[in-house]
Each structure stands twice: as structure tokens, then as C-alpha cells.
């Protein structure tokens, strides 16, 4: 089967989720024969072809400047995405189906599918309204809604990682539930697995004594986040626990004004704003940290927790979003009330004062990242949503 997908991000391109979950699913996919082209713009290095991981991988040269607003760039782009998936097109032959990844790329991928009559499949990581919390801020909020709503209308199926975003979608955009497919994000442990037997001693030092307590925040500064509630939560835990050490690692549009929140509470000391940290350093951190929050007050899926638990890190969440799903509190984690200070100290307290609960939490969050989360597990499911969609379109008028 050959599939046109389209996305916004791929490596090195990785601004969050959806980025991540590309990376991971192309080349599981290619590993079930299927055969995989995917069209994405070269925000980062050189456009061009090359094969990865048995995955055709197409960098188009796109517009960098000059757009009055975000929509207006995406929109752009997509002009330049589609002409050169054209090209491909005509270049290979004929596709079985479009896969495309949220609204960002959604223009390209409806304009192929008018064009060449394809069928269109769609997969929804997030929307703008819930980023918004139920609100559309402005003009550009509007727009990107209307254009979501414009993908899942004109999708021969729609797939959500979670029940959460099944909900939003019929909510927000009155998509019928038989067109729904719930496939979740995954998690390939080999990263962490590679780290087991490596001395991470040295490297913990950097950012912890050896008696100091270790909680990790890992993801972009961003409000919805809720990185300001894991701040304010810093006096309370270590007032309980005064050994512990707080590394906040990402960065975003809010990461000065936690910095400036930092110093404000006198807790230079205690909380280290790392920034961007690599894939490397990242993977490192999990694995010596004593405990990964999320305090999340919008996340619709929630990758993050998996990369904690494939880490074998106890995690403290927000129950709210896909949070809630992938995380079940006492059993493979502890999830706190969003936007809740003392809640969100009490999940950190809980898990730092009581390690043996904590490691009873970790290998149940294993085993599930090792079945439930797996990769190619994922794949399966989304090749037999390729076939149904392949076997209806050869017994459908266009």
C-alpha cells in the first residue's frame, strides 16, 4: 500500500507532540511494508529527497518571511507543499490514500485529494479551541477552527490518540462518532533501555547533589502547561522535603517570566531553569530523576508521561486532557487537580516520601509502555484503518 502523508514537523523540526509522533510512526509503518512518502516543509536544514528508516522523506523549500501572521505563513506553505507532492505524484504514480496531521498541513492535503480523488485520512493531535480552553482568542484562533473543522469534514476518517479528543472533535466540530478511530501516541523504550547499565552519576551532578531529591519538568514554557502552578508548588514541597532539587527543562514564549517568577521566590537555588536541553540530555535526565511532573492544564494526549514511564520515572500529572488516560492515578502514576498548587505539591511530596509505592507505580507504567504503547502495535492499528478506507474507496462513486 502507498501512502502520501503530510506534516508540519519531522526531525530535525520538533517543536512537540505531533513532531514526535510522525517520527516514530513512519518508520514503524514502513517496517509493515507499507510504503511511505512523506511531504514536510525544510523549516531546518536543506530541502530534498532521502530514505529513512524505509521512509521516502520529501524537505520542500517553503516561505520563511514576510507573512503578516502565523495563518498567513501555514497557508503560504501549503501552496508550496502541495506543487511538489504534484510532482510526486506524477513522478511515482498513483497514491492509495492521504494521511495528513492536523491543520497546519490540512490545505495541501485537501486540495490533493480534490485533485487526484484520493481519499482523505486525518489525524487530530490537538485543536485550537481546546489550546484556548473553550475560547478563540482573535481573528487568527477563528481561522485555524474553521480550518480544522474543514479537515475532519472533508477526512474519510478522522484518528484521535485519545477519548479526550474524540470528545472534542464532536464537540467542536459536530464530527459524526462512526467516523472516529481512537489510535494512541507511543513510546520506543530502546532510548532509555541503552541507559540501564550506564554510570549516570557524574552527569546527575550537574544539576543535583547526590543527597538532593531530583523533580523534572520536561516540555515547552508555554502557559497551558501549567509550569508557573509547578513554581509556586516549590515552596510547599520543600517545606516537607527540604532536600528536594527542581530542574525545569524546555523552552518557550514564557520561560523569562518563570525566571523572573524563580527569583521573585528566592529560589535560584532550588529550581535550575536548564532551557532547551538535546534528545540525549533529556533521556539522561529521566533516568536520574526522582520524580516527573506535568501539571498540565491542557494536553491532549501527553507524550511526556510515556517518555517518563519508558524512563522508568514515577510521574505526578494533571488529571485533566489525555493525561487522565495514559496516567491512572495509584496505579501507574499520581494525578493532582490542574491549576491546583497544593495539589500539585502533594502528588510530588507523596512520590519523593514514599519510593517504594512509587516503584510499585513505574513498573506497571512499564509494562503498559511495552504492550499498550508500543510502535508497531500502533502501526498495525493504523494499517487496518488504511485497509478500511482503501476497500470502501473501491466500492465508492467519487
Known amino acids: 500500500m502507498r501512502v502520501l502523508m503530510l506534516s508540519w514537523e519531522f526531525p530535525p523540526h520538533v517543536v512537540g507532540g505531533l513532531g514526535k509522533h510522525v517520527a516514530e510512526l513512519v518508520p514503524a509503518l514502513a517496517r509493515h511494508n507499507m510504503d511511505i512518502h512523506l511531504v514536510t516543509p525544510a523549516h531546518q536544514g536543506q530541502p530534498g529527497e532521502e530514505v529513512i528508516e524505509g521512509v521516502t522523506v520529501?524537505?520542500?523549500?517553503?516561505?520563511?518571511?514576510?507573512?503578516?501572521?502565523?495563518?498567513?505563513?501555514?497557508?503560504?506553505?501549503?501552496?508550496?507543499?502541495?506543487?511538489?507532492?504534484?510532482?510526486?505524484?506524477?513522478?511515482?504514480g498513483a497514491f492509495d490514500l492521504i494521511h495528513n496531521h492536523d491543520w497546519l498541513t490540512s490545505f495541501a492535503a485537501e486540495g490533493l485529494k480534490q485533485t487526484y480523488k484520493l481519499p482523505l485520512l486525518s489525524t487530530i493531535h490537538a485543536t485550537e479551541r481546546g489550546r484556548g480552553r473553550g475560547y478563540l482568542s482573535g481573528e487568527q484562533a477563528r481561522k485555524i477552527n474553521d480550518a480544522e473543522w474543514r479537515l475532519t469534514y472533508e477526512s474519510w476518517r478522522v484518528i484521535c490518540t485519545t477519548h479526550y479528543m474524540v470528545g472534542e472533535v464532536q464537540e467542536y466540530f459536530g464530527t459524526p462518532p462512526d467516523k472516529i478511530d481512537i489510535v494512541p501516541n507511543g513510546i520506543d523504550p530502546a532510548p532509555f533501555q541503552a541507559l540501564e547499565y550506564i554510570d549516570l552519576g557524574n552527569f546527575r551532578r550537574q544539576y543535583a547533589a547526590p543527597d538532593e531529591k531530583l523533580v523534572l519538568y520536561v516540555g515547552r514554557i508555554v502557559h497551558e502547561k501549567g509550569v508557573e502552578i509547578l513554581v509556586r508548588s516549590a515552596p510547599e514541597v520543600l517545606n516537607a522535603v527540604p532536600q528536594a532539587k527542581f530542574v525545569i527543562a524546555?523552552?518557550?514564549?514564557?520561560?523569562?517570566?518563570?525566571?523572573?517568577?524563580?527569583?521573585?521566590?528566592?529560589?535560584?537555588?532550588?529550581?535550575?531553569?536548564?532551557?532547551?536541553?538535546?534528545?540525549?540530555?533529556?533521556?539522561?535526565?529521566?533516568?536520574?530523576?526522582?520524580?516527573?511532573?506535568?501539571?498540565?492544564?491542557?494536553?491532549?494526549?501527553?507524550?511526556?508521561?510515556?517518555?517518563?514511564?519508558?524512563?522508568?520515572?514515577?510521574?505526578?500529572?494533571?488529571?485533566?486532557?489525555?493525561?487522565?488516560?495514559?496516567?491512572?492515578?495509584?496505579?501507574?502514576?499520581?494525578?493532582?487537580?490542574?491549576?491546583?498548587?497544593?495539589?500539585?505539591?502533594?502528588?510530588?511530596?507523596?512520590?519523593?516520601?514514599?519510593?517504594?509505592?512509587?516503584?510499585?507505580?513505574?513498573?506497571?507504567?512499564?509494562?503498559?509502555?511495552?504492550?499498550?504503547?508500543?510502535?508497531?502495535?500502533?502501526?498495525?492499528?493504523?494499517?487496518?484503518?488504511?485497509?478500511?478506507?482503501?476497500?470502501?474507496?473501491?466500492?465508492?462513486?467519487?
Open 58 to 92: 520529501h524537505r520542500v523549500a517553503v516561505p520563511t518571511a514576510g507573512f503578516p501572521d502565523f495563518y498567513t505563513q501555514a497557508v503560504q506553505t501549503n501552496r508550496a507543499l502541495q506543487r511538489h507532492a504534484e510532482h510526486i505524484i506524477t513522478r511515482e
Open 250 to 398: 524546555g523552552k518557550g514564549p514564557d520561560l523569562q517570566r518563570m525566571r523572573d517568577l524563580v527569583e521573585s521566590l528566592h529560589l535560584w537555588e532550588k529550581i535550575l531553569m536548564a532551557g532547551f536541553i538535546s534528545d540525549d540530555e533529556r533521556n539522561r535526565l529521566y533516568k536520574v530523576a526522582d520524580c516527573a511532573v506535568f501539571p498540565s492544564l491542557y494536553e491532549p494526549f501527553g507524550i511526556v508521561a510515556l517518555e517518563a514511564m519508558a524512563a522508568r520515572t514515577p510521574v505526578v500529572v494533571s488529571e485533566v486532557g489525555g493525561l487522565r488516560e495514559v496516567v491512572r492515578h495509584a496505579e501507574t502514576g499520581i494525578t493532582i487537580y490542574p491549576n491546583n498548587v497544593d495539589s500539585c505539591a502533594w502528588g510530588i511530596v507523596h512520590t519523593l516520601q514514599h519510593p517504594q509505592w512509587a516503584q510499585q507505580r513505574v513498573e506497571n507504567a512499564y509494562q503498559e509502555v511495552l504492550t499498550v504503547y508500543n510502535w508497531d502495535t500502533i502501526a498495525q492499528q493504523t494499517i487496518q484503518i488504511y485497509q478500511r478506507i482503501v476497500d470502501e474507496r473501491a466500492h465508492t462513486a467519487w
